[in-house]
């Protein structure tokens, strides 16, 4: 290679480098923007989405509890779009939506979007007052778990995995093996006892007998229309009706002001090159999980 060549390869290297170390800064220091103060004189109204598959309670509750300390804000509004997840997130949401409700500081308003059920419709069941569209699919109360069983798979591959344990039972749920009668038995029972737990949840909230709340926990998911017949949801009305439901509730009349949260991030070097969210390639889901879907 010639001195000239040479030289402008180098120059071309060092300037990508600085390119990457400029970009590398500033992931440190950038945060997203924040949202511009809301304008109006109505009632304050905390804005909260669940959306998607609830696999961790730890944003939302954070969000929830936020809006319930702040003396600005008069109400709460969950909007619930989502068919559920796994059961200890949907049952920690639930827990502090219901917590605020008994404060009776705040009123509490869930409106549910496209769909709202299992996991989605426990949450919702902590609130003051749900409300659906007609076409809204809601109920789906059960709990479900499944996982792969790889194993003849990886035999016609030539593999095989060697397992040491303490126990029969420690390795249950592995995909390396078919499960034995005693492992669906434990599961079962684990999924009884869980399913248990949203019947009660359900005949208490909704105020049903358990003989009522076990029928209505097949599975079977509902419109919104079906589940205002059944006493599952309290209103038909859209998300506007919610706003204004939720304002109602605080006495003002004036036009309700909603608030979102704004969560202050440090952008990733990925997030500032692509513009995206970074996501982790680790999911719970990979594991055997009990789940209200």
């Keep these: 290679m010639s001195s000239n060549r040479y030289d402008k390869a180098i120059k071309w290297m060092l300037a990508v480098a600085g390119i990457f170390l400029v970009v590398l800064v500033m992931s440190f220091f950038g945060e997203r923007p924040t ?8 009632p304050r109204i905390g804005l909260v989405e669940i959306e998607g598959l609830i696999i961790n309670s730890e944003k939302t509750v954070k969000q929830l509890d936020r809006f319930a300390r702040r003396d600005d804000i008069e109400a709460l509004l969950l909007r619930i779009d989502s068919p559920g997840g ?11 939506v219901r917590k605020i409700r008994e404060a009776g500081e705040k ?9 709202a059920a299992s996991g989605g419709y426990y949450i919702a069941m902590g609130a003051d007052s749900i409300m659906a569209n ?11 778990m499944d996982y792969p069983v790889a194993e003849d798979l990886l035999g016609k591959l030539g593999l095989q995995m060697e397992v040491v344990k303490s126990a029969a039972l420690k390795d ?24 248990a737990q949203f019947v009660e949840v359900v005949a208490e909230e909704r105020g049903l007998s358990t003989a009522a709340a076990q029928q209505l926990a ?24 919610a706003v204004e439901l939720a304002g109602a509730l605080t006495g003002d009349d004036k036009r309700p002001v909603i608030i979102k949260p704004v ?21 719970p889901l990979f594991l055997p999980q009990y789940r209200m879907r």
């Design 35 to 42: 949202e511009p103060w809301p304008s109006g004189k109505g």
């Design 263 to 283: 969560e202050r991030k440090r952008l990733s070097l990925w997030e500032l090159l692509t513009g995206t969210e970074q996501t982790s390639f680790w999911s």
């Design 172 to 195: 249950a749920g592995s995909p390396y093996r078919q499960p034995t009668d005693a492992d669906r038995q434990v599961f079962q029972g684990i999924i009884d006892d869980l399913h």
């Design 218 to 241: 097949t599975g079977e998911v509902f419109t919104g229309r079906q589940a205002l017949a059944l006493k599952l949801v309290d209103l038909l009305g859209s998300y506007e009706d």
């Design 107 to 115: 009123p509490v308003i869930v409106s549910m979007g496209t769909v």
């Design 86 to 96: 796994t059961v200890a997130a949907s049952q920690e949401i639930y827990a502090k």
């Design 134 to 144: 007609p076409g809204t699919a809601t109920g789906s109360i059960g709990v479900i």
